[in-house]
């Protein structure tokens, strides 16, 4: 079965600066995706970005961008010049392409931004 | 377009009684979710379904009965709340299996005492 790890319960990143989340999987499958997602305190779950695992390229969304390293099984999140509204948790979670239709989510990371 | 709603968004029960949660999306997608959200637990699957009439089990599917007779409404069931059932609900949709976006509801937070 997949499962999905985030060691870092809580992360603090001053304002303009860049933070990395990090986030590991463990699966037996070769192609699968993988999101980011953000919730901030109103609990509206937000896609932050998303990669799929035969793209060898990173995704980048604007601040937002993905070190994903395949063999190693990781998925690591960087912010960029961080803003107050990035102050949110953040869930890193794995999709098989099987045809079934199970996202697993890690437990999350607390970010919070600091002025 | 309102995307995905939940009602109701707080709902406080006593233990035995049953209750259904309702979730509607207008976007004419075929692939439906619901989660649980506990502290520290991150999201885990409950049931899903892939089309009307279509469901299957997620993660934790014990004490909760799904049902799917149009696709835009996916009602998640609670037969007999106990406290364990304590959570926060979330909906969920997306128009295929593939990395399309998931487009996730409000959420339900539901208390048994």
């Known amino acids: 079965a997949q499962t999905v790890t985030q060691s870092q319960p809580e992360m603090s990143v001053q304002e303009a600066e860049t933070v990395t989340l990090s986030c590991t999987y463990d699966t037996s499958e070769s192609d699968y995706y993988l999101f980011w997602y953000k919730q901030p305190p109103s609990r509206q779950m937000i896609l932050v970005i998303r990669q799929e695992a035969y793209k060898q390229q990173n995704a980048t969304e604007n601040r937002f961008s993905v070190n994903f390293q395949k063999a190693a099984k990781s998925f690591s999140l960087k912010i960029s010049d961080s803003q107050l509204g990035d102050a949110a948790m953040y869930f890193c979670?794995?999709?098989?392409?099987?045809?079934?239709?199970?996202?697993?989510f890690g437990t999350g990371t607390r970010l919070k931004v600091l002025a | 377009n309102a995307g995905v709603t939940q009602t109701p968004k707080f709902q406080v029960l006593k233990t035995g009684q049953s209750m259904t949660l309702q979730c509607a999306q207008d976007?004419?997608?075929?692939?439906m979710s619901w989660y649980r959200q506990d502290p520290g637990m991150g999201l885990r699957l409950i049931h899903y379904s892939v089309g009307a009439g279509i469901t299957d089990q997620g993660e934790v599917p014990n004490g909760y009965n799904v049902s799917r007779s149009t696709t835009e409404d996916f009602p998640l069931r609670l037969l007999s709340a106990a406290p364990s059932q304590t959570s926060v609900y979330f909906c969920a949709s997306s128009y295929s299996t593939g990395p399309e976006t998931q487009y996730f509801g409000p959420g339900t937070r539901l208390l048994v005492l």
């Open positions: 976007m004419n997608h075929e692939y």
């Open positions: 979670a794995y999709k098989t392409t099987s045809g079934t239709y199970k996202y697993i």
